[in-house]
């Protein structure tokens, strides 16, 4: 199971559909569109990769191949800039 935090220096605004991201140690916002923003939320909520995916896949019609990959590449992301982290 791999599952995600959210770091203690992200600090998240819902604006509309979309979500900003500020990391407090850096000064950096980043932005996510309502995709992206459902990612997170649902990493909050749920934690494990594999539950966030099942979910997904009954919210949005997208094949889960795509829907997997375009996944780990925003957690790729979001980690890189120190805004999640894998759960101890």
């Known amino acids: 199971m791999t599952a995600y935090v959210l770091s203690p220096?992200?600090?998240l605004?819902?604006?509309g559909d979309e979500m900003v991201v500020l990391n407090l140690d850096n000064g950096q916002?980043?932005?996510l569109n309502?995709?992206?923003c459902r990612i997170v939320e649902l990493l909050q909520e749920l934690r494990d990769v594999e539950a966030v995916l099942s979910?997904?896949?009954q919210e949005?019609?997208?094949g889960a191949e795509t829907l997997n990959r375009d996944?780990?590449?925003l957690l790729d992301e979001l980690e890189r800039h120190e805004l999640i982290k894998h759960a101890d």
């Open 9 to 11: 220096s992200a600090k």
């Open 13 to 15: 605004q819902k604006v």
């Open 29 to 31: 916002y980043y932005g």
């Open 34 to 36: 309502d995709v992206g």
């Open 55 to 57: 979910q997904l896949q």
């Open 60 to 62: 949005y019609d997208v």
């Open 71 to 73: 996944m780990q590449d």
